[in-house]
């Protein structure tokens, strides 16, 4: 049975993988918003697989704001099926909307951090 996803239980672990700085706020005008990492000059949402599509919505709201964007995925899943069709969805939001995009795969806290090509 695959662990539920916390996001904030992985939170330090990718911040020290992607060598994170410190979060800021940006304003778009009518709401401030802010980014869960802000690693190499790009403001990373980071949610997990089933709030996937939450995050692609974050991650355009930094584009708006004039800023790169990325995504985190984090998956708890060993189903190698679903994790194919989450790649092909970040592969998509990747090529369309210029989101970096990665996911980070823990399987009883073996993690990997796999960056969609």
């Known amino acids: 049975m695959a662990r539920q996803c916390r996001e904030n239980e992985y939170m330090a672990i990718i911040a020290r993988r992607l060598n994170c700085n ?15 990492l802000s690693c190499n000059g790009i403001a990373y949402e980071v949610e997990c697989e089933d709030k996937v599509h939450y995050g692609v919505g974050q991650a355009i709201a930094y584009q708006y704001g004039g800023l790169k964007a990325g995504l985190i995925v984090i998956t708890t899943d060993e189903d190698n099926n679903k994790l194919s069709q989450l790649m092909n969805f970040l592969r998509w939001a990747r090529n369309k909307l210029g989101i970096e995009t990665y996911i980070f795969r823990c399987i009883q806290y073996d993690c990997d951090l796999l960056k969609i090509e």
């Open 22 to 36: 410190e979060q800021y706020s940006i304003n778009l005008g009518f709401i401030n918003v802010k980014p869960d």
